[in-house]
């Protein structure tokens, strides 16, 4: 397994217990994907803001090893987003075309609908190890990820939850901010604090700048929050050259050979951190060797 520097998710309860914030540096996360995928900055932002709200949902399993996988397929040149995470906030995730290029919005903003699509669906699976896993699919509503989001939470879990994301790409193609805000009024909450909701999340319409030159620390503040349950989050591939000759044994003696032997080697690819593993043809009869 494959561990990177970290973001930080930040939680804690808001009027009289009644609304649950939480707010994430995601910037951290999103270099890395953007070093491992060698996204464009439209690919960076559609995949971060998507990393981002996958590390939410995470936040709510109960079990490390419980998971949760993301799988937005809204028609648009970008291709499917695919992400997934743990109870232990680590994440993965691709987009399937890394190098799509598109013009900016007539706001100069990057054009993440038109790189996701607007007409499909995002479908969440969540998995506590019990056996039967919950899935919940929602229209896309914009392509621009926080409104769909917000549309899965209130179709597919009757949660009402206003969500900001942001990813802020430099000129040089790194990321200098990325993040989000979720508040989200429990079952009990008033209408009063389920309209509070609705209407700060509008103050955040810019939060990968506000994360890139306050910190989440500071807009925590903005809530008159001080102190709040604090977890690093990160980019962890759960790939290695142990599950890659699994799955390479998996083809068959016979048929992984003749690959090999038509090749001379075998590569494994995993999608979620672009990580090839080779085998040499006689790592492979090794393999296979080993598996007897």
Same mark, same amino acid.
């Given at each position: 397994?494959?561990?990177?520097?970290?973001?930080?998710?930040?939680?804690?309860?808001?009027?009289?217990?009644?609304?649950?914030?939480?707010?994430?540096?995601?910037?951290?996360?999103?270099?890395?994907?953007?070093?491992?995928?060698?996204?464009?900055?439209?690919? /960076?932002? /559609?995949?971060?803001?998507? !990393?981002?709200?996958?590390?939410?949902?995470?936040?709510?399993?109960?079990?490390?090893?419980?998971?949760?996988?993301?799988?937005?397929? &809204?028609?648009?040149?970008?291709?499917?987003?695919?992400?997934?995470?743990?109870?232990?906030?680590?994440?993965?995730?691709?987009? *399937?075309?890394?190098?799509?290029?598109?013009?900016?919005?007539?706001?100069?903003?990057?054009?993440?609908?038109?790189?996701?699509?607007?007409?499909?669906?995002?479908?969440?699976?969540?998995?506590?190890?019990?056996?039967?896993?919950?899935?919940?699919?929602?229209?896309?509503?914009?392509?621009?990820?926080?409104?769909?989001?917000?549309?899965?939470?209130?179709?597919?879990?009757?949660?009402?939850?206003?969500?900001? !994301?942001?990813?802020?790409?430099?000129?040089?193609?790194?990321?200098?901010?990325?993040? &989000?805000?979720?508040?989200?009024?429990?079952?009990?909450?008033?209408?009063?604090?389920? /309209?509070?909701?609705?209407?700060?999340?509008?103050?955040?319409?810019?939060?990968?700048?506000?994360?890139?030159?306050?910190?989440?620390?500071?807009?925590?503040?903005?809530?008159?929050?001080?102190?709040?349950?604090?977890?690093?989050?990160?980019?962890?591939?759960?790939?290695?050259?142990?599950?890659? *000759?699994?799955?390479?044994?998996? !083809?068959?003696?016979?048929?992984?050979?003749?690959?090999?032997?038509?090749?001379?080697?075998?590569?494994?690819?995993?999608?979620?951190?672009?990580?090839?593993?080779?085998?040499?043809?006689?790592?492979?009869?090794?393999?296979?060797?080993?598996?007897?």
């Amino acid at each position: 397994m494959q561990k990177e520097s970290s973001g930080t998710l930040y939680k804690t309860l808001i009027r009289e217990d009644e609304i649950s914030l939480c707010v994430i540096d995601s910037t951290a996360v999103v270099n890395e994907a953007i070093a491992r995928h060698h996204l464009t900055p439209v690919a /960076a932002a /559609a995949l971060g803001r998507t !990393l981002t709200a996958t590390a939410y949902l995470c936040s709510w399993l109960k079990e490390e090893e419980s998971t949760i996988s993301v799988v937005i397929d &809204g028609g648009g040149p970008g291709g499917k987003l695919r992400t997934a995470g743990d109870g232990a906030l680590r994440l993965r995730g691709s987009v *399937e075309e890394p190098h799509v290029m598109l013009p900016p919005r007539p706001d100069g903003k990057l054009d993440v609908g038109g790189c996701v699509g607007r007409t499909g669906t995002i479908t969440v699976v969540r998995d506590d190890g019990e056996g039967i896993p919950f899935v919940g699919t929602s229209a896309l509503v914009s392509g621009e990820i926080a409104e769909d989001f917000s549309a899965y939470f209130l179709t597919s879990e009757q949660r009402p939850t206003a969500i900001a !994301l942001g990813v802020l790409i430099a000129h040089d193609g790194h990321c200098a901010g990325a993040g &989000g805000v979720f508040l989200q009024p429990l079952p009990f909450a008033r209408e009063s604090s389920i /309209a509070y909701a609705e209407r700060e999340i509008a103050r955040f319409g810019s939060i990968s700048s506000m994360i890139s030159k306050q910190g989440a620390a500071e807009i925590l503040r903005m809530f008159g929050v001080e102190e709040a349950e604090r977890r690093p989050v990160v980019f962890s591939c759960r790939c290695s050259r142990e599950r890659a *000759e699994r799955a390479l044994l998996s !083809l068959g003696r016979a048929d992984a050979m003749a690959l090999a032997d038509e090749q001379g080697q075998i590569v494994v690819h995993c999608p979620d951190c672009n990580t090839d593993y080779t085998f040499s043809r006689r790592d492979v009869a090794c393999a296979f060797e080993r598996s007897r």
